[in-house]
Structure formats: structure tokens, C-alpha cells
């Protein structure tokens, strides 16, 4: 379905320029918040998507989600929105999180919007990037995920699903080098980080399900499913991204995950760089998500 060889290229192209060129993504360094925001509505316009920059303010600055929309060549029949958050931890380049589930969500935007592509879809798909999820922002009004969704509930918008594509990059194969959040860790779970993650609230289990059944049609890429009552709540660690501002308004969600800090050490860290992460891992789940949108019942 995709080019293996061209998209982990285009993937670590992209992280070059995220991570090296730009680097750090932080509130700290506003100028490099601009500089990415301007790099994603450019690639977006050239691949060509409808492309824009809703801005809103923080702490006397102003900040930008990059919208795109990808429509069908037909009516479509649901509406999906695909998002990512672009800023980094202050001190860190970020490539896993979340430089390389940016590169993910654009080239899987890239190959969606190709002409023999296109016309296959029956679903729209809106690509977000949020401009603030770290802190300080977290957990605040000022996460972008958190404007955006607000919005879209205060607008009416149709959203049948949100994919949050949260720290998808990193893999371990020494055993036990993949941890689990109580109580999952005494569950018969993976003890080597070689799987993608797909956690969802109980709002959420159609969508999920949908998605896991897709994604467990790709051999390559291992898939676990977790659906967790409450919101999370119990679970506080599987609340640490951007979904939950959609679970918040009431939309389905999921976040799509290499589980972060329970397999990556280099989580918030500086060493947190290109080098560390598996491009293999990441164009499998390119490949993951354009079967899925390109399914006739996605």
C-alpha cells in the first residue's frame, strides 16, 4: 500500500528538520513554536491539502493549531480528525515526543491525499497539530487540544473519532524493558515494547474497535487494545495527552502510543533524539493508518 523505502525516509526527513534545524519546541523558545507551525502549513499546501492556522493566545504570545482537511471525491459518510501535539519539553528536541508522531500524521496525510488515494476515501479527515501540550500548558485551558475541541463542541462539528498520535517512535526488544502502569502489569501483557498501543474510554469502545480490527490486519505492526472506565481517572497515566481534552467534550477518542515512559527512557530528556527511535516501527504504523482510512467502512 505505501513505498517502505520512501516513507521512512520522508519520516526522518522530517524529524531532521524538527529536531535538528528547528530543535527545541517549548514556550521558551516561541520562535521555534512559529517556525514548525509555518513548516506544517507549508507541507500541507504543497501536498496540496486545505491548510490553515487558528490562533489563540498564551501568556502574552500567540499560538497556532495547523488545520488541514482532506475531503473525499464523494460525500463523505463520517468525519475523523487525526492529532498530534508539535511543541517539546523545554530543554529537549523532542523526536519521540512528539516530533515522530508529527512525521507520522503527515505523511500519512501525504499518501491519503494522492489522486488514487483520494478516491477511495469515504471519510473526511481533519489533520490537527497542536500547539501546546507540554507543560506549562498542561492541564490547562491553554492546551491547543483543549482550544481546538472546545471550539468544534461549540461549533456543532461532527466528529465520529479522534486519533491522538501520542510518542509512537520507540521500541526495546531486551526482556523486560516494557513496563505497565498498576494494575496492568500483572496482566499477561508484552514484556518487550514492539507493539503499538490503542487506549480508549468506554465512550469510545465502537471506534476502537473499529480501529484495532484495521490495524491487526497489518502483521508487521503488533496492536494491544485497552479500554479503561472513568475517563481514566484510575488511571491517571493513560490521561496524559491530548485525547483527553475530546474525551472532556464528550467526543470519541483514542490515543495511539509507544506508552511513553513505561518503555522509553529517554522520556523529557535531552538525549530524547532522532537516533533513539525506530523507522521501521513508524512506517508500519503509516502503513497502519492509510489502511485504515482507505477500508470501504472506515
Known amino acids: 500500500m505505501i513505498d517502505f523505502n520512501t516513507t521512512r525516509e520522508r519520516l526522518r526527513n522530517h524529524l531532521t528538520v ?6 527545541e519546541r517549548s514556550v ?4 521555534n513554536l512559529n517556525r514548525t507551525a509555518a513548516y506544517l502549513h507549508a507541507f500541507h499546501r504543497e501536498i ?5 492556522l487558528e490562533p489563540y493566545g ?3 504570545m500567540t499560538v497556532h493549531n495547523v488545520v488541514a482537511s482532506l475531503a473525499p471525491d464523494r460525500a463523505p459518510r463520517t468525519h475523523y480528525v487525526v492529532g498530534a501535539h508539535y511543541d517539546s519539553v523545554t530543554g529537549t528536541v523532542g523526536a519521540d515526543d512528539n516530533a515522530g508522531a508529527l512525521a507520522v500524521q503527515l505523511e500519512t496525510a501525504r499518501i491519503l491525499a494522492a489522486p488514487e488515494h483520494r478516491k477511495r476515501l469515504t471519510a473526511a479527515v481533519t489533520f490537527v497539530a497542536f500547539a501546546l501540550e507540554e507543560p506549562p500548558a498542561y492541564g490547562t485551558r491553554y492546551m491547543g487540544s483543549r482550544v481546538y475541541a472546545a471550539r468544534a463542541r461549540g461549533a456543532g462539528t461532527a466528529i465520529d473519532g479522534m486519533i491522538c498520535l501520542e510518542m509512537v517512535g520507540y521500541t526495546c526488544r531486551t526482556p523486560g524493558c516494557q513496563h505497565y502502569p498498576f494494575p496492568l502489569m500483572f496482566m499477561d501483557y508484552p514484556d518487550t515494547g514492539e507493539f503499538i498501543g490503542i487506549v480508549g474510554n ?26 479503561v472506565p472513568f475517563d481514566g481517572l484510575l488511571m491517571p497515566t493513560v490521561r496524559l495527552s491530548d485525547h483527553a481534552s ?12 509507544d506508552s511513553a515512559f513505561y518503555r522509553n527512557p529517554h522520556y523529557h530528556m535531552p538525549s530524547d533524539t532522532l537516533e533513539t527511535l525506530d523507522f521501521d516501527f513508524m512506517a508500519q504504523l503509516v502503513e497502519s493508518l492509510v489502511g485504515f482510512f482507505l477500508s470501504p467502512e472506515p
Open 28 to 31: 521558551r523558545r516561541p520562535e
Open 18 to 23: 524538527l529536531t535538528r534545524d528547528i530543535g
Open 58 to 60: 498564551f501568556r502574552g
Open 48 to 52: 496540496p491539502l486545505e491548510s490553515r
Open 246 to 257: 475530546f474525551w472532556r467534550e464528550g467526543f470519541r477518542a483514542v490515543m495511539v502510543t
Open 202 to 227: 468506554f465512550r469510545s469502545r465502537p471506534f476502537a474497535r473499529k480501529l484495532l480490527d484495521s490495524f491487526r490486519k497489518n502483521r508487521q505492526l503488533p496492536v494491544i487494545g485497552l479500554t
